[in-house]
């Protein structure tokens, strides 16, 4: 099977994220209630709040094997929003991996799930969509696979697979080439300003003025 793949500069500004420094802080977590499963030996809390840093994560419904962010995966479902400083993401379920105290991967998985990166200083959004995300919080590269859209300023890039390396601002690109996986690139035209046209109903009854 051949496969293409395609390595795209982004017309970005550099994104402030800031995880390199929170991933050292403190940990906070608070939930509405809180559960042990004896038998599973899982905590279940449910509207879980967890943050550090500027990073923070909601969810319905969260669980681990133990309190502890030393060595762990946790697990999140229902209405799931994770906060980074210039990224929201939204979905359905997200796995994440704490290795001392420091947030390290987050596998996330929607209908699609949904990566809004905003602009330092500007209102413009970078919209990514798929139905499975991988993100490595501190190499700050994300992966996003099945259905993969990212689109910037009106202009769209999509594909089964995409990897999008924040630091480096460089998207790439793969697929198998065949049918809908072919890598898709849709650029839409900046509109521009028509001139200005006399409109004749302006000039109807008007009288000729001799020189």
């Known amino acids: 099977m051949s496969i293409r793949s395609l390595v795209l500069l982004l017309l970005l500004p550099s994104l402030a994220f800031a995880q390199g420094n929170d991933l050292r802080l403190p940990i906070s977590l608070d939930a509405d209630s809180t559960d042990y499963d004896g038998k599973n030996s899982m905590l279940m809390f449910r509207g879980l709040r967890l943050s550090q840093g500027t990073t ?5 419904i969260g669980r681990a094997s133990k309190l502890d962010f030393k060595d762990s995966v946790w697990h999140f479902s229902g209405n799931v929003i994770i906060d980074v400083e210039a990224g929201h993401i939204e979905c359905e379920t997200a796995d994440l991996s704490f290795t ?9 998985q929607g209908a699609p799930a949904t990566f809004e990166l905003r602009r330092p200083g500007s209102d413009e959004i970078t919209y990514a969509q798929a139905g499975n995300l991988q993100y490595d919080l501190v190499a700050g590269i994300v992966e996003f696979s099945d259905e993969a859209i990212i689109t910037e300023g009106g202009n769209q890039i999509s594909s089964g697979f995409l990897v999008y390396n924040i630091k480096e601002q460089r998207i790439n690109a793969q697929s198998s080439g065949n049918g809908d996986e072919k890598v898709k690139i849709t650029v839409i035209p900046e509109a521009t300003s028509d001139t200005e046209e006399t409109d004749p109903a302006e000039n109807d009854g008007a009288e000729e003025v001799a020189p």
């Open 56 to 60: 923070s994560i909601e969810a319905d």
């Open 100 to 108: 001392d105290t420091q947030l390290r991967l987050a596998v996330i």
